[in-house]
């Protein structure tokens, strides 16, 4: 009998470790025949205890192979020459990427067939090969990285008396039937590998920064995170009407909390870009990665037509009460700035979702604004320090001033740097 290795065909003199990697390779590849007995030139040896062998095998399968392989292979004992040898068929597997169980789905643990050679495959071959097996919805595709823990996750479902353990995680779409971890597990676990970025600016552009944010972990935390970040920069303000206590917010808190559970929401977790949320002196920008869903046009997203991108996503955090209902948050965003001479709005890009939140005036008629008034009145154009010597404040006070009379619009900024000035209209 004439045999010769080749992309489907290999042989090995006896059982070693390294039968694993072979059958691997053949499963995520194009599948073949793996002869045990037989010298690579192909003299057939035989074995000398075939039974013992075959039994061997189909533990190494059983035990040290995942997903399961055993279905897609065939074991049996065939004479050559009068020699008995081991002959494993194996078939292109269904759920790859197949890998070693010690090694999990990492390029040291997943091999293909390249020619008559085994080698590791890439974790491009990996994501690949996850595609080709789940199909391309994010969410339920398994995760690359399968070393995950919950921790921050499992705190916050255990604040809202919510049982997290495995069998709800299966419930929820975090786990596979065959115990693989999913994309959207992935964003739950302490490791999800997206983030949430937060810069606040001296004015209305991005040229001069007071401070950057980054916020890491489970998509929860970072949400919570996020949120009192925006809550500690969002300036509240009191005062009385008569014996009525008014309560006003630079934005009102709806708002913020809706924005940014809608962009976690709703993102595309295939882009591996961050959130991002712009904080000016004048407004809040916050931009999600990914455009509208397929079909949807920003009309219908503002008459509540809702069509989730990530509908697991959402359920998990309409059980957390996160969502209060589907295909309402602008128009609720709208709500909260009910009253308000300024009102929210968003752009829509190929790749991107931009909402813009006005930042509300929160100044009241008081006799210091009746001075500030006068003062305008006789300086049609002044530099900052001009104010900070009449009303004797701070530089810190006297800036925040100039941004509140830039956003209502009293003036305009001229000029850049030490020779800023700004102009009455």
């Known amino acids: 009998m004439n045999l010769k290795e080749s992309l489907t065909l290999e042989f090995k003199r006896e059982l070693t470790d390294a039968i694993k990697r072979e059958i691997i390779a053949f499963a995520n590849t194009q599948g073949g025949e793996l002869y045990i007995g037989v010298d690579d030139d192909g003299t057939i040896i035989g074995l000398d205890n075939a039974d013992k062998v075959l039994e061997s095998v189909s533990s190494m399968l059983h035990d040290g192979i995942q997903p399961d392989i055993l279905v897609h292979t065939f074991l049996e004992i065939i004479e050559l020459e009068d020699k008995e040898v081991v002959k494993i068929s194996i078939a292109r597997g269904a759920r790859r990427p197949y890998h070693l169980k010690a090694k999990g789905m990492k390029p040291s643990g997943v091999f293909i067939r390249y020619g008559t050679s085994v080698t590791n495959a890439s974790e491009e071959n990996i994501r690949q090969m996850i595609i080709e097996s789940d199909g391309i919805n994010y969410e339920t595709m398994r995760s690359i990285q399968q070393e995950l823990t919950f921790t921050e996750a499992g705190a916050v479902f255990n604040e809202q008396n919510i049982k997290f353990g495995p069998e709800q995680m299966r419930t929820l779409g975090l786990i596979t039937d065959d115990g693989y971890y999913t994309n959207l597990g992935l964003l739950f676990s302490d490791q999800c590998e997206h983030t949430i970025k937060c810069a606040r600016y001296l004015g209305n552009d991005k040229l001069e920064f007071q401070d950057r ?36 917010e630079s934005y009102p808190s709806y708002a913020l909390r809706e924005a940014l559970i809608n962009a976690v929401t709703h993102r595309d977790y295939s882009f591996s870009g961050s959130i991002l949320i712009h904080l000016f002196q004048d407004r809040l920008e916050l931009v999600s990665v990914g455009g509208l869903v397929k079909g949807l046009t920003l009309e219908d997203i503002e008459l509540g037509i809702s069509q989730s991108r990530n509908p697991k996503l959402a359920n998990v955090l309409y059980r957390l009460k996160w969502i209060e209902s589907y295909g309402t948050g602008l128009q609720r965003m709208k709500e909260s700035y009910r009253g308000s001479a300024i009102q929210p709005f968003w752009t829509v890009g190929p790749n991107a979702f931009v ?15 009746k001075i500030l008034s006068d003062w305008l009145t006789q300086n049609k154009e002044f530099a900052s320090k001009d104010l900070e010597n009449y009303l004797n404040k701070s530089k810190g006070t006297v800036r925040k001033i100039i941004m509140e009379l830039l956003q209502s619009g009293q003036i305009i900024r001229i000029g850049r740097g030490p020779k800023t000035r700004y102009k009455v209209i």
Do not use: C, M, W
């Open 355 to 369: 909402v813009i939140l006005p930042k509300n005036n929160l100044s009241t008629p008081t006799e210091d604004n």
């Open 213 to 248: 944010k980054e916020f890491a972990g489970s998509i929860l935390a970072q949400v919570e995170a996020a949120y009192e970040y925006l809550s500690l920069n969002n300036a509240k303000h009191a005062y009385f009407e008569g014996l009525k206590r008014i309560e006003t």
